[in-house]
Nanobody
């Protein structure tokens, strides 16, 4: 069982930056690929970024590539999402996710465990 708790969301102006954090429980954190998803208002949840257990591989959605960066600290059981050059269309609830493989997260857009979500609002 893995529990995920996100933090770091908030209100920011367009062009600004935010860093989201996701703290995970459990002793097998580095066995999981980790990902970030988001759900904009009135829309379906969408994939944002993923990172492998060893942090050797990352993958991004086209809409955030070059602006967002995912990283993890396995010693702290934490995954991060650095978001730069934010746009109003980045406004969403952001969810942290843990999956048994990168393929599960990046291709199937699914995960084994989910956080409760944190709101990110970008004003124009």
């Amino acid at each position: 069982q893995v529990q995920l708790v996100e933090s770091g969301g908030g209100l920011v102006q367009a062009g600004g930056s935010l860093r989201l954090s996701c703290a995970a429980s459990g002793r097998t954190f580095n066995n999981y690929a980790m990902g970030w998803f988001r759900q904009p208002p009135g829309k379906e949840r969408e994939f944002v970024a993923a990172i492998s257990g060893s942090a050797g591989t990352t993958y991004y959605a086209g809409s955030v590539k070059g602006r967002f960066s995912i990283s993890r600290d396995n010693a702290k059981n934490t995954v991060y999402l650095q978001m730069n050059s934010l746009k109003p269309e980045d406004t969403a609830v952001y969810y942290c996710a843990a999956g048994s493989s990168m393929l599960l997260i990046t291709t199937s857009k699914r995960a084994d465990y989910w956080g409760q979500g944190t709101q990110v609002t970008v004003s124009s």
